[in-house]
């Protein structure tokens, strides 16, 4: 059966990016200012450049990809929690082409901003770290 608790919503923080910075450097250090330990972010808007990732399980490793280019944020969607005691986001992302062609996967650093608006819902919980899970080789939620 699934591990779940009920938590509370406490604030909610909206934004943009700064033109050419990091994606996920960005969103981190917006939850790491205003200690965020629980919550979840959302975004769109456009890349100049992306770096997206894989995981493949059978490897249980991460295979990065870069796109050079101009690309359309269609979703990000993640969550935020703490990993080594320090807001960690995890987060997916989609992005078009200029022919409507969508990629995506594991949000990673490397993901250069042209414009983005992001929403950051942080909620009043401390109860999830993350912690080396030895089934899936991945850093998930204890439980």
């Not at 909610?12 to 033109?19: E, F, I, K, P, R």
């Not at 981190?28 to 965020?36: A, G, P, Q």
């Not at 100049?48 to 990732?53: E, T």
């Not at 979703?75 to 992302?93: E, M, Q, R, T, Y």
């Amino acid at each position: 059966m699934a591990a779940y608790k009920e938590i509370s919503k406490e604030k909610v923080y909206m934004g943009s990016a700064d033109y050419d910075s990091d994606l996920w450097l960005e969103l981190s250090k917006v939850c790491e200012e205003n200690n965020i330990a629980c919550g979840e972010v959302t975004a769109i808007g456009a890349l100049r450049s992306a770096r997206f990732g894989y995981y493949g399980q059978d490897e249980r490793k991460y295979s990065f990809i870069e796109k050079s280019g101009h690309f359309e944020i269609v979703s990000l969607n993640g969550n935020i929690s703490l990993k080594d005691g320090k807001p960690f986001v995890h987060a997916h992302i989609i992005f078009s082409d200029e022919n409507g062609n969508c990629l995506g996967g594991h949000l990673a650093e490397g993901c250069k901003v042209f414009a983005c608006e992001f929403t950051i819902h942080a909620y009043d919980s401390k109860d999830f770290d993350r912690a080396y899970d030895e089934q899936t080789g991945l850093t998930l939620w204890k439980r």
